[in-house]
C-alpha cells in the first residue's frame, strides 16, 4: 500500500485513478526522482484558484450588502474583499512546460511535462475518475496501456527506419513502492522547436512549434528534397 492511502491498489492504474479522483494529483517515482503528478494543465490551476477567489469574494460582498456601513463589521468585510481582490490580481501563472503538469491530451493518452526538455504520456484517465472507489482493479485497461506502449515504439522504430521524421520516444518505467507502470517519454515540442530548429505542426489540436514554412524556406523546396522526404 501506499503511504497516506484510504485503500489497498491493485496496481499503479487504480493509484492514479483513485488519487487523481480525490486530489487532482499523485506522486510518482522517475530515475529515482518523486515528482508531484497534476492532472491539469497550468491555465487550469490558474482558472480553479482564480474562481474559488471570485467565488470567496461573492460571499463577502453579500455579506457586506447586508451590513449598515456604519457598522464595524462592514469596513472588516470592505478590508478582506479588498485583500481578496489584490490576491486574484497577483495569482501568477506558471509556464506551461512547469514540472508535473498536464500539457497535451488526446484519445487515450494524456503528457505530462517532467523537465524543461521532455514530457511522459501516461493513460488519459479522466473517464474513470468517476469510479476510482469501486472495486474495479483495472486489469484489462492495464493489459491494454501495456500493448499501446509497445505499439507506439514499434511504430515509432518503423518509421524511423524508413527515414521518416518521427518522435523519439523511449519506453520508461515509473513506480512507487511495488506498483510500477509503463510510460512514453520523448522531447517536448516547445523544446524542439526553440533548442533544436526543428517545427512541429499538429494538424489535428491545430499546435504548432516554430514559426518558419513547413520546408524552412522556399528554397528548400527543391525535387530532391522531397525526394528524401516523400520516396522510400
Not at 38 to 62: A, C, P, S, V, W
Not at 140 to 166: G, P
Request: charged fraction near 25%; aromatic fraction near 12%.
Amino acid at each position: 500500500m501506499f503511504a497516506a492511502t484510504r485503500i489497498k491498489y491493485a496496481n499503479f492504474f487504480h493509484y492514479l485513478i483513485d488519487l487523481f479522483s480525490i486530489q487532482s494529483f499523485a506522486i510518482i517515482q522517475l530515475n529515482g526522482t518523486f515528482i508531484q503528478l497534476h492532472n491539469f494543465t497550468t491555465q487550469e490551476k490558474y482558472r480553479r484558484e482564480k474562481n474559488l477567489l471570485r467565488i470567496q469574494l461573492g460571499d463577502l460582498m453579500d455579506e457586506m450588502n447586508e451590513i449598515d456601513e456604519k457598522d464595524k463589521n462592514h469596513i472588516r468585510l470592505q478590508q478582506k474583499i479588498e485583500k481578496i481582490r489584490k490576491k486574484i490580481q497577483s495569482l501568477p501563472l506558471l509556464d506551461t512546460n512547469s514540472q508535473g503538469f498536464a500539457i497535451a491530451h488526446g484519445g487515450c493518452k494524456k503528457v505530462y511535462a517532467i523537465s524543461a526538455s521532455h514530457v511522459i504520456a501516461l493513460p488519459n484517465l479522466d473517464t474513470y475518475l468517476d469510479y476510482a472507489r469501486s472495486t474495479q482493479d483495472y486489469t484489462a485497461e492495464l493489459k491494454n496501456w501495456h500493448r499501446i506502449v509497445d505499439e507506439e515504439i514499434f511504430m515509432a522504430t518503423k518509421l524511423q527506419k524508413l527515414k521518416l521524421e518521427t518522435q523519439q520516444q523511449s519506453k520508461i518505467v515509473i513506480n512507487y513502492k511495488h506498483h510500477h507502470l509503463p510510460a512514453l517519454m520523448m522531447p517536448n515540442f516547445h523544446w524542439l522547436a526553440k533548442e533544436q530548429g526543428y517545427q512541429v505542426r499538429d494538424y489535428k489540436n491545430e499546435y504548432c512549434f516554430g514559426s518558419s514554412m513547413l520546408f524552412g524556406s522556399c528554397k528548400n523546396i527543391t525535387k530532391e528534397n522531397l525526394k528524401k522526404i516523400f520516396v522510400i
